[in-house]
């Protein structure tokens, strides 16, 4: 099985690499992983010239948008980490997300039917999300279920089915329940 975890963190030592390097630790040691960190990447924003429609790469210059564009092309199961920011995932993940619309989804407008058609049916995704707020208040729209919605909103339009999220909420307080989350990783990952 070919893996691909995608930070979407900034911080190199916070939270979401926390989560991740644990993964990393428990996944099956015969998967060939592969980890990406956002941050590190030069991704151009999308211009909006729609030359990549219905299926076409983008026109812009080859970037790492293009190199991890076909890493996910290539993964059986993605694995993404990512903060929540206003309610959304970080802006260096979502360019990603924008400079790739035909990698998710063939999208052909016909007359006044527009038909999308996911491109990535097979493939499987784990969220793990994380923000300071506490329950209930991360279950509002402008925290973590804002950014869970996204990244489904994404995926889904790809066919990639996700298998389990991972909800880390209060970080202010995650020293107190780190191994909570860190054991509820181990059980998930040595379930895929």
């Not at 790809?158 to 059980?187: A, D, H, M």
Request: glycine content about 6%.
């Amino acid at each position: 099985m070919d893996v691909l975890i995608i930070n979407a963190s900034p911080r190199k030592k916070g939270i979401t690499s926390t989560l991740l390097d644990e993964v990393k630790r428990v996944i099956n040691p015969t998967y060939r992983t592969d980890t990406v960190r956002i941050q590190d990447l030069e991704i151009r924003p999308c211009t909006g010239c729609l030359k990549c429609r219905p299926d076409k790469p983008c026109v812009l210059p080859k970037d790492d948008a293009h190199i991890l564009a076909e890493k996910i092309k290539e993964a059986d199961l993605l694995i993404i980490g990512s903060p929540v920011y206003w309610g959304n995932m970080p802006g260096t993940l979502k360019l990603f997300f924008d400079r790739n619309v035909p990698l998710f989804e063939y999208c052909e407008a016909k007359a006044v039917k527009y038909i999308p058609r996911p491109q990535l049916k097979g493939k499987k995704a784990i969220l793990i999300i994380n923000g300071a707020a506490p329950f209930p208040y991360n279950l509002l729209p402008s925290q973590s279920s804002g950014t869970i919605r996204s990244l489904k909103t994404v995926l889904k339009a790809g066919g990639i089915k996700i298998v389990s999220i991972i909800n880390v909420t209060n970080t202010f307080n995650f020293e107190k329940n780190k191994q909570y989350y860190l054991n509820k990783i181990k059980r998930i990952i040595s379930s895929v």
